[in-house]
């Protein structure tokens, strides 16, 4: 991963947007972005309500972007660029398509298997171990989860 900051923070931007478009459909607000030699080759954001399917997070959504993009499962060479730290079944998904790193922006401290609860992206009994970076925009990413569920408590 020899991204500068001045790109992961341009990457993690483009994550953010697919959260914005989570958020317009009252989705849980978290957007992704895999990239490839410089190039985003996947895109995704939580969808589930919208497709109503529980598999539909933002990582699934841009692994799947991705593949057809590629017309491989296996994502090598690539980054995942996330808002909110990877979910246990996202984090799977994400050592299954050999993705070698990880950037995410908040933590996610009652589902997070990124480094929280769990820290399945680098467990060294799998098979598939993940370099993982966190707090890109951190406050950015942690600010349009925090609005999204203050205002589903007021309503």
């Known amino acids: 991963m020899n991204y500068t900051l ?3 923070e341009a990457f993690m931007r ?6 914005e478009i989570a958020l317009e459909h009252d989705e849980i607000p978290i ?5 490839k030699d410089g190039k985003i080759i996947g895109r995704g954001h ?3 309500e919208e497709l109503q399917r529980a598999v539909m997070h ?5 692994i799947e972007d991705a593949n057809l993009s590629e017309e491989s499962w296996r994502l090598l060479d690539c980054t995942l660029f996330v808002t909110i730290e ?3 079944m996202c984090s799977g998904a ?3 398509a050999r993705i070698p790193n990880v950037v995410y922006g908040a933590k996610n401290q009652k589902f997070g298997a990124a480094g929280s609860l769990y820290d399945i992206l680098t467990d060294e009994r799998l098979n598939h171990r993940v370099d993982v970076e966190t707090g890109v925009l951190e406050s950015e990413c942690a ?13």
Not at 14 to 19: M, Q, Y
Not at 143 to 155: G, L, S, V, W, Y
């Open 94 to 96: 994400i050592g299954l």
């Open 46 to 48: 939580n969808a589930r």
């Open 6 to 8: 001045e790109e992961k």
């Open 14 to 19: 483009e994550a953010l947007k697919e959260a």
């Open 143 to 155: 600010a349009i989860m925090q609005d999204f569920f203050r205002n589903r408590r007021k309503k």
């Open 58 to 62: 933002a990582e699934i959504m841009a």
């Open 86 to 88: 990877p979910c246990v």
């Open 31 to 35: 957007g992704c972005v895999i990239v």
